[in-house]
């Protein structure tokens, strides 16, 4: 993880050491040091190491699909739903409709976006809170996927996307390094292309982005696309690792699609991204779900914990907002 | 009797008081007068508690008050009903009256006493108001009525009306000069700030006048003057001239910028003005007389309903910045720079560059090196103090800040610049860098039309002044830069105005 923070930016005399990226990182690695000296070195072994990259992909990636709706100071609930959904019509393409591989992925892609874009659109026609739209259409997705297959269990298709998922390359598993590839371009987008900035001020101030010629519409609908598209990157990664598919995949991606940009220092307000402390904060999310398997803590207690540091972030980042504006 | 004696009060680069002196007698209604940037509303918030003095003390009937804020003023007697409207919606004309204090029975909100309590202070007003009919099914002034009778409810002695007939129409600010009379008839004392001398000189019995932060004229009996000696008194003698860049304005060339007749959803009737490239138009009015949003009307924020906008000769029709911006060439810097105008947390280079990001691009992708070049240019021009292009915008002064929000826009090589009040909490030496600026910007063949409620810079810079009164032009003046002419010109004209109106505003 060598991206640079192209988002977030470094004023003068900002030193590499003071920033939140910086302090993630250094508490990623002890928390990785620690866990790999608990379990005896255990987490070392090929085939561990290779788990915890490969379940890392999906939380990675999430995170990026709310991030990019944060960014514009809007949030959507439907990330998790809309990804089980995308892997269950991907799933129910290759098994059901006996469609190939490739053409069930761009499906899935295809519906993330349209619903996202849908998602957009609704907020910016009716005016009502993303908060809101975003829950209406999580539940609405949550019922269709249901209507897909019922309880039922997907499995035994493609054996390529399988294959894939299960594919490594040079010790990091495919779907990981998807999902790098994946957030360098989401940097690059937020960092460097005109869309991606407009995004930014847009959400930083919608009046000065509105009086600078920036179409607000056009970045809520953009973001809230991109998430959904996202989501249905996300369902891929599903698909291909896991090798089966049923009704009730995504409905835990909600809270760590949260947990990883907050955790990472993104304002909930809108206007800032960090892809990079995104990335690190789901890497620390998925320590703890290692933890918690490796000691066989309840699961509830991870959730605890999760939600915990999710709400000490968010005090920290308005500590660190109040300290700010004091000292200027 | 309430006396505020030699209260000084300094903002970040503005003294906006600087010995200011009222006095207030039990039973009189007083006058507070004087332009914009005087120190009126300064002195209205020091004697309400919203700001400490930084000098100087109040005093009420002989012992000091210290007031801590707003609060502390109610608890004094102090009542004042602010220019903006205070109150619930979606609460009962009698909830919003006794919002400060609602009675209660061991916890319970106490309805009956409510009402009795609201019902007493309407009754005090002779008020013919139902005390459970919700403020939002209200009117304008009987809303007004409503916030009055709120300030009685707590037993004041003291009340300050901040421009209370701004949004009544004539028969609406008589019935509440009789009001104001009964109340001063029962002992209070009353503070009238408002701009409609006709008003002032009807009801006031003294008056007060502000100049510069300083009071010119101290609870003097109002029948001693004329409304002509005011005027004088508010706009005083002295007034220190700039040397500005010598500019020629090509008369015959056409206008750059043209509305004509053009009337807006907001209710601008039939405004017509023009700017030549070049020329500085100065567009003076009080606030709220609908400068800005006839701004972001040309803009295409605010729906034109009649008239047409012209640029450069030919029909217009803008339906957003981006489009004023990219066809047109217009550029708008707001006077709200804070939310409207900067990204606050983001580096000056991206605040300049936001306008022209499209351009800097090369393959979709906007190299950093590009966007700092182009920042480094305009902040060489301006001479805006930065420590680097990548320092936040939000740690600039106030007039780096607005440097930075005009550069944006000549960054994308504007030929019409809409300036709104462009010199707004700057401090004084800034303010007249920032008026060479500008003149220098009309010297390059810009059109500027410049925004502006303080008059001395508007002489100082337009070549032109249009003067804009509730929604509509009042007149236009050729400006020779004589400011003691000028301003009596200028302010005889919006006055008169609310002479001929009696007050009638537009809804």
């Given at each position: 993880m060598t991206l640079t923070a192209t988002s977030r930016v470094a004023g003068p005399g900002?030193?590499?050491?003071?920033?939140?990226?910086?302090?993630?990182?250094?508490?990623?690695?002890?928390?990785?040091?620690?866990?790999?000296?608990?379990?005896?070195?255990?987490?070392?072994?090929?085939?561990?190491?290779?788990?915890?990259?490969?379940?890392?992909?999906?939380?990675?990636?999430?995170?990026?699909?709310q991030m990019v709706v944060l960014a514009v100071g809007q949030m959507n609930l439907a990330v998790g739903a809309l990804t089980g959904f995308c892997a269950m019509v991907a799933a129910w393409l290759m098994l059901e409709a006996g469609l190939p591989a490739p053409i069930a992925v761009l499906a899935a892609l295809t519906l993330g976006l349209a619903v996202g874009v849908a998602n957009g659109a609704l907020v910016v026609l009716t005016r009502i809170n993303g908060f809101i739209v975003t829950l209406a259409t999580m539940t609405i997705i949550q019922g269709l996927r249901y209507g897909v297959n019922g309880p039922d269990t997907f499995q035994g298709y493609s054996e390529g996307l399988r294959a894939f998922g299960r594919a490594s390359i040079l010790g990091l598993p495919a779907v990981f390094l998807v999902a790098i590839a994946v957030a360098i371009l989401v940097a690059l987008f937020f960092g460097r292309t005109v869309t991606g900035r407009q995004l930014l001020a847009s959400g930083g101030s919608p009046f000065a982005a509105r009086l600078s010629g920036i179409s607000n519409d056009r970045s809520l609908i953009i973001a809230h696309g991109l998430s959904g598209l996202l989501a249905g990157v996300a369902a891929v990664i599903t698909v291909s690792a896991s090798g089966s598919v049923n009704a009730t995949i995504g409905d835990d991606l909600l809270l760590p699609s949260f947990a990883a940009p907050i955790i990472g220092g993104v304002a909930l307000a809108g206007g800032m991204v960090s892809v990079v402390g995104t990335l690190l904060a789901a890497f620390l999310v998925r320590l703890v779900d290692v933890m918690q398997a490796q000691f066989g803590i309840n699961p509830r207690w991870v959730d605890l914990i999760i939600g915990a540091v999710v709400l000490g972030a968010v005090l920290l980042g308005t500590l660190r907002q109040r300290i700010r504006e004091r000292s200027t | 009797m309430l006396v505020a004696e030699n209260l000084v009060k300094t903002f970040p680069g503005v003294r906006a008081l600087d010995g200011a002196t009222l006095t207030l007698r039990p039973g009189t209604v007083h006058a507070l007068l004087g332009e914009n940037g005087a120190g009126k509303s300064t002195l209205v918030k020091l004697i309400t508690g919203v700001y400490r003095p930084d000098q100087g003390r109040i005093t009420l009937d002989g012992t000091e008050l210290h007031l801590g804020g707003p609060l502390d003023a109610q608890r004094a007697g102090i009542g004042v009903v602010h220019q903006e409207r205070n109150l619930i919606p979606a609460f009962t004309v009698a909830e919003n009256i006794v919002l400060h204090h609602l009675p209660g029975r061991a916890g319970w909100l106490d309805r009956a006493r409510m009402r009795a309590e609201a019902r007493r202070c309407l009754e005090l007003l002779e008020v013919d108001l139902a005390p459970d009919t919700p403020v939002a099914r209200l009117s304008v002034a009987q809303g007004q009525l409503v916030e009055i009778a709120k300030a009685l409810s707590l037993d004041n002695k003291v009340l300050l009306l901040d421009e209370p007939t701004a949004s009544l129409t004539g028969d609406e600010a008589d019935r509440l000069f009789t009001v104001v009379r009964r109340l001063r008839d029962s002992g209070h004392a009353v503070v009238l700030v408002s701009h409609k001398l006709e008003e002032v000189f009807a009801v006031a019995d003294t008056v007060t006048v502000l100049r510069d932060g300083?009071?010119?004229?101290?609870?003097?009996?109002?029948?001693?003057?004329?409304?002509?000696?005011?005027?004088?008194?508010?706009?005083?003698?002295?007034?220190?001239?700039?040397?500005?860049?010598?500019?020629?304005?090509?008369?015959?060339?056409?206008?750059?910028?043209?509305?004509?007749?053009?009337?807006?959803?907001?209710?601008?009737?039939?405004?017509?003005?023009?700017?030549?490239?070049?020329?500085?138009?100065?567009?003076?009015?009080?606030?709220?007389?609908?400068?800005?949003?006839?701004?972001?009307?040309?803009?295409?924020?605010?729906?034109?309903?009649?008239?047409?906008?012209?640029?450069?000769?030919?029909?217009?029709?803008?339906?957003?910045?981006g489009e004023a911006l990219r066809r047109y060439r217009i550029g708008y810097v707001t006077e709200d720079r804070k939310d409207e105008g900067l990204f606050m947390d983001q580096p000056v280079a991206r605040n300049i560059a936001v306008t022209v990001w499209r351009r800097l691009a090369r393959a979709g992708l906007i190299p950093d090196r590009r966007e700092r070049a182009l920042a480094e240019t305009y902040v060489e021009r301006l001479g805006i103090r930065i420590s680097s292009p990548q320092q936040l915008v939000g740690q600039l002064s106030g007039g780096n800040q607005q440097k930075v929000s005009l550069a944006k826009w000549l960054a994308a090589d504007c030929e019409i610049l809409i300036v709104d009040e462009p010199t707004v909490g700057i401090d004084v030496r800034t303010k007249a860098a920032f008026h060479e600026l500008i003149a220098g910007l009309a010297a390059q063949g810009l059109a500027l039309l410049l925004i502006s409620s303080?008059?001395?810079?508007?002489?100082?810079?337009?070549?032109?002044?249009?003067?804009?009164?509730?929604?509509?032009?009042?007149?236009?003046?050729?400006?020779?830069?004589?400011?003691?002419?000028?301003?009596?010109?200028?302010?005889?004209?919006?006055?008169?105005?609310?002479?001929?109106?009696?007050?009638?505003?537009?809804?």
């Open positions: 900002r030193r590499l050491w003071r920033t939140p990226e910086f302090t993630l990182g250094v508490i990623a690695a002890a928390g990785f040091v620690a866990l790999a000296i608990a379990t005896g070195g255990n987490l070392l072994s090929a085939g561990t190491l290779e788990a915890f990259f490969r379940f890392l992909a999906v939380p990675i990636v999430i995170g990026l699909s | 300083r009071s010119v004229a101290e609870a003097a009996p109002l029948a001693g003057f004329t409304q002509g000696q005011i005027i004088d008194l508010m706009v005083g003698r002295a007034f220190a001239s700039i040397e500005l860049v010598e500019r020629t304005v090509d008369a015959q060339a056409p206008p750059a910028l043209h509305l004509n007749k053009v009337s807006t959803a907001l209710g601008h009737r039939e405004v017509s003005l023009w700017v030549r490239p070049g020329e500085i138009l100065g567009l003076y009015g009080l606030v709220g007389a609908g400068r800005s949003e006839l701004a972001k009307a040309v803009l295409g924020l605010e729906r034109i309903t009649a008239g047409t906008v012209e640029v450069h000769g030919s029909p217009a029709r803008i339906r957003n910045v303080d008059l001395p810079e508007t002489v100082v810079l337009a070549d032109r002044i249009a003067v804009m009164s509730d929604l509509r032009i009042v007149g236009e003046l050729d400006n020779d830069h004589d400011y003691p002419r000028m301003s009596q010109r200028v302010i005889r004209l919006i006055h008169a105005e609310t002479h001929v109106e009696g007050g009638v505003a537009a809804t």
